[in-house]
């Protein structure tokens, strides 16, 4: 119980006012891989378990929240190597990672079975990386569980890091746009703190929230179109080619929200 760094159960969906204000708003996500002969079903009944911790954890003032996504009918890109995500939320990088001494002593007098779940979880499942990330843009909460939620990360260069962080921002008045039409419900940007690396998955993460699939199919076409030159100045020729020049794509993944602080 001294060291639960390899369990973390978080939250994507989680927006400022989580937080007091003008405080940044850091997650640790952790990444989980089914161990082979086991399902889904069995890690989510273990999280089930940890929710207790991870809601104890919280009521100290350690986290924000938390929650766990699972992938919507694998729907994935190539790349994804994971089976579903969990995350933490905190507006302190030095307490997100925190299980006091004394809180699990009290946890394992409540239910002992405690002594077991992290053996148990280790049979079942494994983390295969974690990421420390910093939101750095958000359109607000839409409050809604049921979301399906499209987890782009995105893969950039060393000289267009600053230049892609800058065009984002620029972005998220684009995706206001899109909620406002009824297209998506939030989105979200991300950077990644720590590990940093020019190889693997990428630098930055994106979250986007829509009320269900048939969503994805929405022609937002004449949005983008507006908004590039109403917010940036660019033809939508311009606009395609900055988006080309700055990043890629490389994993893609639909997720949704199974176990949280939100029920």
Do not use: C
């Not at 998220?172 to 297209?183: E, H, P, S």
Request: charged share 20%; net charge neutral.
């Amino acid at each position: 119980m001294k060291k639960l760094t390899l369990l973390f159960i978080a939250i994507f969906a989680i927006t400022a006012s989580t937080f007091a204000q003008n405080k940044p708003i850091y997650i640790n996500i952790a990444f989980h891989k089914l161990k082979p002969g086991h399902t889904i079903d069995e890690a989510m009944a273990l999280e089930k378990r940890w929710k207790v911790i991870h809601q104890k954890r919280k009521s100290l003032g350690l986290i924000g929240a938390w929650a766990v996504y699972t992938i919507v009918n694998e729907y994935k890109s190539e790349s994804v190597d994971y089976d579903y995500v969990s995350m933490n939320a905190s507006d302190d990088l030095n307490k997100i990672t925190q299980y006091p001494a004394d809180m699990a002593a009290g946890l394992l007098k409540e239910d002992p079975s405690f002594y077991t779940l992290m053996d148990d979880t280790e049979k079942v499942q494994s983390v295969i990386r974690n990421k420390i990330t910093k939101v750095l843009e958000t359109t607000g909460s839409s409050n809604d569980l049921n979301s399906v939620i499209l987890m782009e990360m995105m893969q950039v260069t060393q000289q267009n890091y600053f230049a892609y962080m800058d065009f984002e921002r620029q972005v998220k008045a684009i995706q206001l746009d899109r909620i406002k039409a009824g297209n998506i419900q939030e989105w979200a940007f991300s950077q990644h703190l720590a590990p940093i690396s020019y190889e693997g998955p990428g630098q930055f993460t994106t979250l986007t929230f829509f009320k269900d699939l048939s969503k994805l199919d929405f022609d937002a076409s004449s949005i983008y179109i507006n908004g590039a030159k109403k917010y940036m100045n660019l033809t939508p020729e311009q606009f395609t080619k900055k988006v080309g020049d700055l990043r890629i794509i490389n994993q893609s993944v639909l997720l949704k929200y199974a176990e949280g602080s939100f029920n």
